[in-house]
């Protein structure tokens, strides 16, 4: 279980280094000069050379990488060209809105979509099963922003029983802070569902048609015992995996959402800074975003050992 442990920490090691490359080369070679968009469109050639030259710009691109790695690993991510500002500093003050509606989106996926997805295996070809199979079908085929959208129009606009954009921080209140997340996070929930559901109701129909459940049950086990205690924790790890790969889509899912209803988060951060070309920033949030993944998935990789204990081995 140690070398498993270890082998997956190292792997780990070498993505974040293959990310960090792969981001820095991306905005090096992307169109467009820092150093132009930074001294504005009446700046001499002089002026923009001088400022190449202040950013180190001109240095060879071994030596750049080189100092970025050095300068991040210190903590230094950079500083914000238009805000003027550390890029750590812009993130870190945008990082509650979105760690809030990540954690809540990921809560009510995973316990309605499991839940969805066992409801659906244990009443296999009945009525409950096609109607969670059609809700997952649906709800993983539409797009977030049409989602959103809708329950703006029917909950906020018509209705007026919810807010329809901005975020209250948690210290005003707990209840101003769910109010305010409600509608985004059922948004941003709805696909996650209906994917983590579909795979658990697979997963769960493969292990309930296996000879030791109908043993179970024929030793008397209870309906509980069965689904919880036995099929779900072997049907474990195709869900972990599912659960991975939907914080992935997360990331892509938070921008979208946090544009629609207008919460000041990572991904309206982004999104300003992708049209300012602000490339400081954009480097930061890739690095500090595609490591949360890495680390989810690490987390991921070594909860199978928990479940399947053939891992540990």
Known sequence: MATYILRRIFSTVAVMAMVGMFVFLLLRLAPGDPAAIIAGKSATAEMIAGIREQMGLNDPMPVQFVRWVHDMLRGDFGTSIFAGRPVLELISQRLEPTISLSILTMILSVTIGVCFGILAAWQAGGLVDRVLTAFATFGFSIPVFVVGFFLIYFCAITTHWLPVQGYQPIEHGLGPWLVHLALPTVTLSIPYIAFIARITRASMLEVLSEDYMRTAAAKGASTYSILFHHALKNAGPPILTVIGLSFAGLIGGVVITETVFNIPGI?????????????????????????????????????YTLVDPRIRY
Do not use: E
């Open 267 to 303: 991904g309206r951060l982004v999104v300003d800074a992708i049209n300012s070309r602000d490339y400081p920033i954009i480097q930061g949030v890739l690095i500090i975003v595609s490591g949360l993944y890495v680390l989810v998935n690490l987390a991921v990789d070594l909860s």
